[in-house]
């Protein structure tokens, strides 16, 4: 990212963020990272600053199953583990941070494979 986008983005996620916190909602938050090689999905209690489950495309039960950690079928794979993990641990329903990247591509994948295995947002 260069110069303006670098900007964009960082106002975008500040913005992101500032109106998940403004909601006060009693709900965990669903964090994206995105990077170029690979894609990591967090899902973080705020009231007490701790991550609940921790899903990559580096995680040990996705290890030989994607080809590439930087595609949309390992977003696939990443939201719906991480989906299985939450609703493993009771929580059904989330907000979703998508870190200030548009709702496009593997983010728009991991979300809708989040929700087709059962996660509320």
Do not use: C, W
Request: proline share 2%; charged share 25%.
């Amino acid at each position: 990212m260069h110069g303006i986008t670098l900007e964009r983005y960082h106002y975008r996620a500040a913005r992101t963020r500032r109106k998940i916190r403004a909601s006060q909602t009693a709900r965990p938050r669903l964090s994206i990272y995105r990077a170029s090689k690979h894609i990591y999905a967090q899902i973080i209690d705020d009231a007490k600053s701790q991550t609940l489950v921790a899903v990559s495309s580096l995680s040990s039960d996705l290890k030989g199953q994607l080809k590439s950690g930087g595609n949309i079928p390992a977003a696939e794979a990443v939201g719906k583990l991480v989906a299985e993990k939450t609703l493993a641990k009771g929580i059904k329903q989330i907000v979703f941070d998508r870190g200030g990247h548009v709702y496009h591509g593997r983010i728009k994948a991991l979300a809708e494979a989040a929700r087709k295995a059962g996660l509320d947002f």
